[in-house]
């Protein structure tokens, strides 16, 4: 992939160390390894403030990654296009003409290294099941899932586990609720634990979670 802010000499070491300092003095610690892979996506959580961003681009800066994330095609138009890409910005077309899993997709095949981030919940508002877009660009790039978090109750933030994803959604959900189930995020109540429409039980459970709310 191309060049961006996380290779530009001097400005990297600039941000890092304005990445370090600001987290020292909010209070926040960085903690997990870069992993060795060097294609993977790595999903975010829980998301639920504007925050969330910022704190994994210090940690993408500290721990030393190089990170990309998708935006609507129609903000990297001139004269920001070129700041935007180089900031990590990957242009994706949201039509159905054009299908997101597949655009990507072919980002990681033609690159010889790249780590794309999504937030798994696609939204930092209230939402009852996580989007199933990393997963599947995941699949079909045949890279493993890296889990980033953002912990506010600790206030740590980082990278945990990796798995590689078998096909098997209700099987490989086992490690996201593990993992995801000790982060606390900057507003509990729109956090949304790991679950997918495409997973009859997990509707089953939103819908009696529904009824008993009502």
Not at 81 to 106: C, D, T, Y
Not at 151 to 179: A, C, Q, S, W
Request: charged share 25%.
């Amino acid at each position: 992939m191309r060049y961006t802010v996380f290779d530009t000499p001097i400005v990297k070491q600039i941000f890092t160390v304005l990445a370090k300092i600001g987290l020292k003095l909010k209070g926040w610690e960085v903690v997990g390894d870069k992993p060795a892979d060097k294609k993977y996506v790595l999903i975010a959580g829980p998301h639920t403030s504007n925050w969330d961003f910022l704190l994994l681009v210090s940690a993408a800066f500290t721990l030393d990654l190089k990170i990309y994330w998708m935006g609507k095609h129609t903000i990297f138009k001139p004269p920001f296009a070129g700041l935007v890409k180089w900031f990590g910005g990957v242009p994706v077309i949201r039509s159905k003409s054009n299908n997101l899993v597949e655009q990507m997709v072919g980002h990681y095949n033609d690159s010889d290294s790249m780590v794309l981030t999504i937030p798994a919940e696609g939204t930092r508002g209230k939402t009852n099941f996580w989007k199933t877009g990393f997963y599947q660009i995941a699949q079909k790039a045949n890279v493993p899932i890296g889990m980033s978090f953002v912990d506010y109750k600790n206030k740590k933030t980082g990278i945990g586990p990796m798995f590689t994803p078998t096909g098997d959604l209700r099987e490989d959900k086992k490690h996201m609720v593990e993992f995801y189930g000790k982060m606390t995020g900057a507003y509990p109540e729109l956090a949304c634990p790991p679950r997918f429409r495409e997973l009859e039980e997990d509707v089953a459970e939103v819908e009696a979670l529904t009824k008993k709310s009502s």
